[in-house]
């Protein structure tokens, strides 16, 4: 009933920039919250920056400063512009976002995850 598609991610060196987003559709209603997780080997998933359909932003303090997530409500999209990129930061990132289909049942899903690698 939704889908996401991520696009961006990939390999860049330490210092530099990327830019992921990721698209939302499908039979929806309403989108509530979007965002980024992380999942980096060996490690758990962890929360990279969600974005409310007000606009309101919850960032975890590691990106805080170099990355900077934002939304386009009418297209049901959202994304991650990431800056001065550390090899800490390599990892999966997978899209989030929660909502209301037009049948108005809630709705939680996951994209299939993008690879980030921050390496010289």
């Known amino acids: 009933q939704v889908q996401l598609v991520e696009s961006g991610g990939g390999l860049v060196q330490p210092g530099g920039s990327l830019r992921l987003s990721c698209a939302a559709s499908?039979?929806?209603?309403?989108?509530?919250?979007m965002g980024w997780y992380r999942q980096a080997p060996g490690k758990e998933r962890e929360l990279v920056a969600v974005i409310t359909n007000g606009g309101s932003i919850n960032s975890a303090d590691s990106v805080k400063g170099r990355f900077t997530i934002s939304r386009v409500n009418a297209k049901n999209t959202v994304y991650l512009q990431m800056n001065s990129l550390k090899p800490e930061d390599t990892a999966v990132y997978y899209c989030?976002?929660?909502?209301?289909?037009?049948?108005?049942?809630?709705?939680?899903?996951w994209g299939q995850g993008t690879q980030v690698t921050v390496s010289s």
């Open positions: 499908g039979t929806i209603f309403r989108v509530n919250d």
């Open positions: 989030y976002a929660n909502g209301v289909t037009k049948r108005y049942t809630v709705f939680d899903y």
